[in-house]
C-alpha cells in the first residue's frame, strides 16, 4: 500500500513538471484551440460538410454562421438546402422562400425553391419558379435547365397516376444547388 501511494506521489510530481504534456514533441496531436485565433466561416465549414454528405452538421455550421453574419440571402439558402438533403420540405421551402424575398436576383435560390416545390408536388409553381431561376442565370446553368425541362415535362404530362410514379433522387450540384434526376 506504501508503494501505491508513492508510486501515485511520483506520476502527480512529474506530471506537475511536465507542463500538461505526457509524450514527447515529435508525436502527432490534434492542434490545441488558440482562443485568440479566427474562426472558419460557418458557410464554408457547411459548404464542405454539404459536399461530404453531413447535412445534419451542415445544418448546424450554417445556424452558427446565422449568428455570426445574420440571415442573408445565402445563408437562408444554405439552411434551406439543408433542409432539404434531410427531407425536412416544410422547413425547406420556407427558409428557401425567405432565401428570395432576401435576394430576389439569386437563380441558386429560386433553383433550389424548385426543387423543393417538385418534391412536394407543386410541380405548376415549381415550372415558374425554374423558369425565373433559368431567367436570372441567363440560361448558363445546365442544372437549372435540366430542372426546368422536368418540370415541364411532368407539368405536361398530366396522365401521371400512381401506376407510373417515378423516383427521382436529388444531385447536389455546386455549392448549394441541387438537380433533380430519374432513378430509372
Known sequence: MRLLILGTLMLTLLAACSGGRFASEDQTYAPSIDPRGEAVDGLLVGHRLMAAGQAELAL?????????????????????SANLALGRLNQSEDLLRRA??????WPEAWNNLGVVLIERGKTGEAAEVFRRAYALDNGESDAIRDNLRLALAKLQNRG???????????????SGEYLIRSTQ
Open 100 to 105: 428570395v424575398d432576401t435576394e430576389p436576383e
Open 160 to 174: 401521371y397516376g400512381q401506376g407510373q410514379e417515378q423516383d427521382y433522387r436529388l444531385v447536389r450540384r455546386g
Open 60 to 80: 448546424e455550421a450554417y445556424t452558427r454562421a446565422a449568428g455570426a453574419r445574420g440571415l442573408t440571402g445565402e445563408v437562408l439558402t444554405s439552411l434551406g
